[in-house]
C-alpha cells in the first residue's frame, strides 16, 4: 500500500531564511510525487511534481524539491522564505495507474 | 483559464438530512475527483470519473455516499443520511487525461450538527 509521512506537524522559520518542508513516501517501482499548498479556506494548489528525470525539481513561488530514491524522500525547499509562505504544505505520491495518496500535511510559519 | 468550480461553499445540516455538493472541472478535463479532507489531516480520495465512468471508488462509503457525473462534465456528490463524522472538506479536483496534476476547486465545508 501506498503512504505519505510528513514528520513535522509544523515548521517554523524567518523571513528571509531557508526552509526545508520533509516528505518521505513508499510506494512501490517509480513513484510519482507532487507539493501542494493550500491557505485558510481555500483548495489546494499546485506547487511542483516530479515524474521522471532530473532529481531537482523547481515549481512556483520559487519552491523547489530534491527526489532521493535511496531515501525516498522528497522534501521541499526554499532558499529565502517570504511571510506570504505562510500556509499548509501537502505531500502527495503515487505510482502510475494508482490514486494519489496525500501526508497529513505541515503548517509553515514563517515569523518577520 | 478558468479554475474547478464548486458549490455551495459552505452548508451545515444537521444528522440524518441529506445534502448535495456540485462541481464543474476545468474544461476539457476528462478526469473528475471526489476528496473528503477532515480537518488535520490531508485529502482522502472518495471516488475518480473519467469522462462519465467511474475509475475508483473503493474508499466511497457506499451506503451513504453517492456520486454521478452523468454527462462526463460536472459531478455532484450526495450525502444520504449525513452524520457528524462527515463534517468535513469536500475538495473537487480534476486533471486532464494522460496527465497527473490535479487541480483542485476551493472545496465545500460541510458541518453536521
Known amino acids: 500500500a501506498q503512504s505519505v509521512a510528513q514528520p513535522e506537524d509544523q515548521v517554523n522559520v524567518a523571513e528571509g531564511n531557508p526552509l526545508t518542508v520533509k516528505c518521505t513516501y513508499s510506494?512501490?517501482?517509480?513513484?510519482?510525487l507532487f507539493w501542494y499548498v493550500q491557505y485558510p479556506n481555500r483548495g489546494l494548489q499546485f506547487l511542483l511534481k516530479?515524474?521522471?528525470?532530473?532529481?531537482l525539481v523547481k515549481g512556483s513561488y520559487g519552491f523547489e524539491a530534491e527526489f532521493n530514491k535511496s531515501q525516498t524522500s522528497f522534501h521541499l525547499k526554499k532558499p529565502s522564505a517570504l511571510v506570504s509562505d505562510s500556509a499548509l504544505y501537502f505531500c502527495a505520491a503515487r505510482k502510475a495507474g494508482n490514486m494519489l495518496t496525500f501526508g497529513g500535511g505541515t503548517r509553515l510559519m514563517v515569523k518577520p | 483559464e478558468a479554475g474547478v468550480a464548486q458549490s455551495p461553499r459552505y452548508k451545515i445540516i444537521e444528522k440524518r438530512q441529506s445534502v448535495a455538493f456540485w462541481c464543474n472541472p476545468i474544461?476539457?478535463?476528462?478526469?473528475l475527483y471526489w476528496y473528503q479532507q477532515i480537518l488535520g489531516q490531508g485529502p482522502k480520495l472518495l471516488i475518480q470519473f473519467q469522462n462519465n465512468g467511474v475509475v475508483d471508488d473503493s474508499q466511497l462509503p457506499k451506503d451513504r455516499f453517492s456520486a454521478e457525473r452523468l454527462k462526463g462534465v460536472d459531478s455532484t456528490l450526495k450525502i444520504q443520511p449525513a452524520k457528524l463524522e462527515d463534517s468535513a472538506v469536500y475538495l473537487c479536483?480534476?486533471?486532464?487525461?494522460?496527465?497527473?496534476?490535479?487541480?483542485f476547486g476551493p472545496g465545500t465545508r460541510l458541518t453536521v450538527l
Open positions: 510506494v512501490s517501482g517509480n513513484p510519482y
Open positions: 474544461s476539457g478535463h476528462a478526469t
Open positions: 516530479y515524474i521522471t528525470g532530473d532529481n
Open positions: 479536483a480534476s486533471s486532464s487525461a494522460g496527465l497527473d496534476t490535479q487541480y
